[in-house]
């Protein structure tokens, strides 16, 4: 096993309803400057479970959060996920390919959006 240089932890706080609805949510990581809590609207984990072979994930967010912002961070979290699969495969195809589609996305959502 390797040596580690330094660890870091990231830290999440949830705070929920009788019906275990988030109401709150924080998050910090160790590394930071500012070592306090700080507040957030949602957060999405994926965590590759190296024994299961599979994908862990983990999606929370507050009533807070408007579907604006939703539409933002999912679509913001697609392209963050293309360049890092992009950066670790090597693949040339991934990001030209999946801002396409983003762009196909987020126009077909903002249609369907204003014909509500």
């Given at each position: 096993m390797a040596e580690f240089a330094k660890t870091s932890e990231i830290r999440f706080k949830i705070g929920m309803n009788a019906n275990n609805v988030p109401?709150?949510?924080?998050?910090?990581?160790?590394?930071?400057?500012?070592?306090e809590l700080r507040d957030c609207k949602s957060i999405m984990i994926s965590i590759w479970d190296m024994n299961q072979k599979?994908?862990?994930k983990i999606d929370l967010?507050?009533?807070?959060?408007?579907?604006?912002?939703?539409?933002?961070?999912?679509?913001?979290?697609?392209?963050s996920m293309t360049e890092s699969y992009a950066k670790a495969?090597?693949?040339?195809?991934?990001?030209?390919?999946?801002?396409?589609?983003?762009?196909?996305?987020?126009?077909?959502?903002?249609?369907?959006?204003?014909?509500?």
């Amino acid at each position: 096993m390797a040596e580690f240089a330094k660890t870091s932890e990231i830290r999440f706080k949830i705070g929920m309803n009788a019906n275990n609805v988030p109401i709150d949510i924080k998050w910090m990581a160790t590394d930071t400057k500012n070592q306090e809590l700080r507040d957030c609207k949602s957060i999405m984990i994926s965590i590759w479970d190296m024994n299961q072979k599979e994908t862990l994930k983990i999606d929370l967010w507050t009533n807070e959060m408007t579907t604006d912002e939703m539409h933002s961070q999912y679509f913001q979290t697609l392209l963050s996920m293309t360049e890092s699969y992009a950066k670790a495969t090597g693949n040339p195809y991934a990001v030209e390919e999946m801002k396409k589609f983003a762009q196909q996305l987020a126009k077909r959502t903002a249609d369907w959006e204003d014909g509500k």
